[in-house]
């Protein structure tokens, strides 16, 4: 259960008076630590916008999340991101919908002054294994 989200740092630039033609998202989760029944997440978010001929701008969140979960729960995150820089996909599926919760309302607030469209929260996610193939 996610307990607190942080954010600490944000930029956002204008780099081109061009039309927005296009907008790319990305999560990346930078760093989980463990300690007990709490786990930290830090993650960047960051928004590309595209024009037709250039880049038009962009949109970083930097900031860390909380967790509290059973012992059991805790050891197999810190295992899976020792092992393969992942999260097991129920606890991945938390934290991304947090991520774009919080970050599409307050990237909402920082990207309207230098005429950036908002960050409109994508639909939650729901991730799943493929047979034969595991979910990264």
């Known amino acids: 259960m996610i307990t607190s989200t942080r954010i600490t740092r944000v930029e956002a ?3 081109s008076n061009e039309a927005i033609a296009g907008v790319e998202f990305n999560i990346n989760i930078q760093n989980v630590k463990t ?4 786990v930290e997440v830090e993650y ?3 928004v590309t916008y595209q024009g037709k001929k250039e880049d038009v701008g962009h949109l970083t969140i930097i900031g860390n999340l909380q ?3 059973e012992k ?3 050891a197999s995150i810190e295992k899976e991101w020792k092992e393969k820089k992942r999260l097991p996909i129920e606890f991945a599926e ?3 919908n947090t991520i774009n919760f919080v970050c599409g309302a307050n990237g909402t607030l920082v990207s309207l002054p ?3 469209t908002p960050p409109i929260p994508m639909p939650q996610a729901k991730l799943q294994t493929q047979e034969g193939s595991q979910a990264s």
């Open 13 to 15: 630039e204008r780099k």
């Open 94 to 96: 938390t934290v991304i």
């Open 114 to 116: 230098v005429g950036l």
């Open 67 to 69: 967790a509290k979960e």
């Open 72 to 74: 059991k729960v805790v």
């Open 35 to 38: 300690s007990g029944e709490e």
């Open 44 to 46: 960047a978010f960051e």
